[in-house]
């Protein structure tokens, strides 16, 4: 039975901003058959669409006048296991953080890092997902996704979906294009590449294993069981990012910005304490430690405001609208300009 459209749907409980617009029409689709059927019927044939999973990358400024399809095609299959790696095939619609649960729960690695990142597995290619350590193209090996402009479903290797840092061909030459159908991921099983040097992952796990009478030296560093490494990245993503479902946000509002060596060091000697990241444009400068530094984190204004324990991310207390967060956003980027010289951008998707 195909996916069943609805009428002025209400999106509130389907943004992670929890921002309340409606959409005109709304479906929920389980299949790639049920997908097509519903882009096939002429009645929503020339309609703008828009594709969501868990809706937790997307900014609403206004009602969405045309077809909104929630993803829900959510199987785990193993297309190949032998003693040291497994190839799952997994859906779009499934919840990404169920999938670490499972592949951790299995002893599946590569993905542990990567845990309670919000969003589903259809959404993780888009923005090549990452976190302490470890990007969703570390493990990805196919995409299949659905032409909308041919309705052809397409399957794509990791080279060509041109993955980077937050960035990929989905953001790209098929923007609006394509609708990811599934992903493959090659996954490790017995030994794993361990990930603990990013931030205070290391000191994190430690204190976890103190609390407990152990001690992280003890143990060899690829024996560290991944359920282990699971706690202490959700434990250290609690201790500064805020819940949805207490205090609606889309995790980092912005990216990350690269600045030349040069823009770096002149800054650096007006800020001696400037972080920074080498990668292959220059340095990686982190937004959050910008936006606090111009004064923002903590700051409310009307409905909207800057996290206080993160400054990169922007939180809804309760009735804000889309518009009035991206007003605080265009707000804070100006400031950013004028008083450091440097140009931050939306990472979050503005509709
Ligand atoms: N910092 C500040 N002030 C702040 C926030 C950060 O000074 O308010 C400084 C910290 O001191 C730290 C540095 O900035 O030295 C980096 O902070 P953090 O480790 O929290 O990482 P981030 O660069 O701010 C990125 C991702 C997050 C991801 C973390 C951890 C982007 C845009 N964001 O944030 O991703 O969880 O690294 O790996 O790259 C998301 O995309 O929604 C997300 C939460």
């Not at 294993?209 to 152990?214: L, P, R």
């Amino acid at each position: 039975m195909s996916g069943v459209v609805v009428d002025r749907k209400p999106l509130k409980e389907l943004n992670t901003f929890r921002v309340n617009v409606f959409a005109k029409y709304f479906t929920e689709i389980y299949s790639k058959y049920e997908l097509l059927d519903v882009l096939k019927n002429p009645e929503y044939k020339d309609l703008p669409k828009l594709i969501i999973g868990e809706g937790s990358n997307i900014l609403f400024t206004k009602n969405f006048k045309g077809l909104v399809v929630k993803l829900s095609n959510n199987f785990i299959d193993e297309a190949y296991i032998d003693d040291k790696s497994v190839t799952l095939r997994v859906g779009a619609g499934l919840s990404w953080d169920e999938l670490v649960k499972h592949c951790v729960i299995k002893g599946y690695g590569g993905i542990e890092n990567l845990s309670d990142i919000p969003g589903t597995v259809g959404a993780a290619p888009v923005q090549n997902i990452g976190a302490y350590g470890a990007e969703l193209n570390d493990v990805v090996s196919y995409v299949e996704y659905l032409d909308l402009d041919d309705l052809e479903v397409h399957e794509i290797s990791r080279k060509k979906c041109k993955f980077g840092y937050r960035n990929s061909i989905f953001k790209n030459e098929l923007k609006g294009r394509a609708v990811i159908l599934n992903v493959e991921l090659d996954l490790t099983r017995g030994k794993h590449d361990i990930k603990l040097d990013y931030g205070n992952l290391r000191d994190r796990l430690a204190k976890i294993y103190e609390g407990e009478g152990k001690s992280i030296d003890d143990i060899k560093e690829d024996e560290i069981p991944l359920h282990d490494i699971r706690r202490a990245v959700i434990e250290e993503r609690r201790s500064k990012l805020p819940s949805y479902s207490e205090l609606g946000n889309g995790g980092s509002f912005f990216k990350n910005p690269v600045v030349s060596v040069e823009q770096y060091n002149e800054m650096k000697q007006k800020f001696p304490n400037l972080p920074g990241y080498e990668v292959e444009e220059g340095i990686k400068i982190p937004a959050g430690w910008i936006i606090e530094q111009c004064g923002w984190k903590g700051r409310k204004m009307g409905n909207c405001g800057v996290h206080d324990k993160q400054a990169l991310v922007l939180v809804n207390y309760g009735f804000a609208t889309g518009l009035e967060i991206k007003e605080l956003s265009d707000i804070i980027m100006d400031d950013v300009k004028r008083k450091l010289g440097i140009q931050i951008e939306p990472e979050i998707n503005i509709i």
